[in-house]
């Protein structure tokens, strides 16, 4: 069974950074395409980031690209999220998702993509 755990969510503030995990058991994702995405609060679902984990591509939206960067490290099977110069508007409930292969690029933004979702972690950007 595949479990996804994230972890490092938390209070900051503005201009701030954090770095989130995501732990992956049960699969190795040595070939697939791992993302985050993030719901804030009355909001629906958007996409933040994705890795490819064999060649290491990554992807961003717009919103956090330059602030942003997704990584991986294949022996802890694990994603991070390193989040910088953070702003109130990126408050909001962030998950990891994980594809067991790669995803096509037009359609790694696409939740729907994704077989395996994480439990959220809380990330909140206040004075």
């Known amino acids: 069974q595949v479990q996804l755990i994230e972890s490092g969510g938390g209070l900051v503030q503005p201009g701030g950074s954090l770095r989130l995990s995501c732990a992956a058991s049960?699969?190795?994702?040595?070939?697939?395409?791992t993302g985050w995405f993030r719901q804030a609060s009355g909001k629906e679902r958007e996409f933040v980031a994705s890795i490819r984990w064999s060649g290491g591509d990554t992807y961003y939206s717009n919103s956090v690209k330059g602030r942003f960067t997704v990584s991986r490290d294949k022996a802890k099977n694990t994603m991070y999220l390193e989040m910088n110069s953070l702003k109130a508007e990126d408050t909001a409930i962030y998950y990891c998702?994980?594809?067991?292969?790669?995803?096509?690029?037009?359609?790694?933004?696409?939740?729907?993509?994704?077989?395996?979702w994480g439990q959220g972690t809380q990330v909140t950007v206040s004075s």
């Open positions: 998702a994980a594809h067991g292969s790669s995803i096509i690029v037009s359609a790694v933004a696409n939740g729907g993509m994704y077989h395996y």
């Open positions: 049960g699969r190795a994702f040595s070939r697939g395409t």
